[in-house]
């Protein structure tokens, strides 16, 4: 009886070791807050694009939306944590990762929007201002402090929590996501400003819109199973 419940137990322990190795491979994820910030992100970028290449106006900020967005993602967080019972130690770090990047996102947009206007008001306090020369008239034109390349930090940004997640479990497309948005943002470093917001277009749908596409498609599978 002994050597039987003996032989119970390793066929057990053998079990729970294949699961968490087949598991390990595989990010079980319904999909839903990478489609969404893809879809957001995707479309702020894209309608930004347009909106300086054609010279038109929508009347409105579209990246507006990005924030709006915080509160759908708040409401599925909250609706997917009662469903869960037990969290894994891996998953829980990559949740603060991506809690950590949603408030990156938050203060470098903060700090797009005030850093103008703050160092505008301490260059007046120094009767300073910021002047642009049109060298082929030789025109002067007053101008705004301005940050260069602002888009290309949002790439920086976009690439870091995209290739963690990958890596940390095995899921090729957020890997091979990551890698393109760093080349995305080398590439932004030597592109005006208005390409920088349609590579922005494109990193979110390659980061988040399609690999959470991939990971609905297997959730409805394994939940259909």
């Not at 879809?39 to 579209?62: C, P, R």
Request: net charge positive; proline share 3%.
């Amino acid at each position: 009886m002994a050597e039987e419940k003996q032989m119970t137990e390793q066929e057990s322990l053998q079990l729970i070791t294949e699961m968490i190795n087949k598991a390990k491979g595989h990010y079980q994820e319904s999909g839903t807050g990478p489609i969404l910030w893809g879809t957001v992100v995707g479309i702020a970028g894209l309608v930004s694009f347009a909106e300086h290449y054609w010279h038109f106006s929508i009347g409105f900020d579209i990246w507006w939306i990005v924030f709006l967005a915080f509160i759908p993602q708040i409401v599925i967080s909250v609706r997917e944590g009662k469903q869960k019972k037990t969290v894994a130690y891996q998953e829980a770090y990559l949740n603060t990762i991506w809690l950590v990047f949603g408030i990156s996102i938050f203060m470098l947009t903060f700090y797009f929007n005030v850093i103008p206007g703050a160092s505008e008001r301490l260059m007046a306090g120094d009767n300073q201002q910021v002047w642009i020369k049109n060298t082929a008239t030789g025109e002067l034109k007053q101008s705004r402090p301005f940050i260069l390349s602002a888009q290309s930090l949002l790439l920086l940004l976009y690439a870091m929590p995209t290739l963690a997640t990958g890596i940390a479990q095995r899921f090729k497309p957020m890997v091979i996501a990551g890698i393109v948005c760093y080349g995305m943002f080398i590439l932004s470093c030597f592109l005006s400003s208005t390409w920088d917001l349609l590579l922005n277009g494109v990193a979110g749908i390659l980061n988040w819109l399609i690999p959470g596409l991939i990971l609905r498609a297997r959730y409805l599978k394994g939940k259909s199973c």
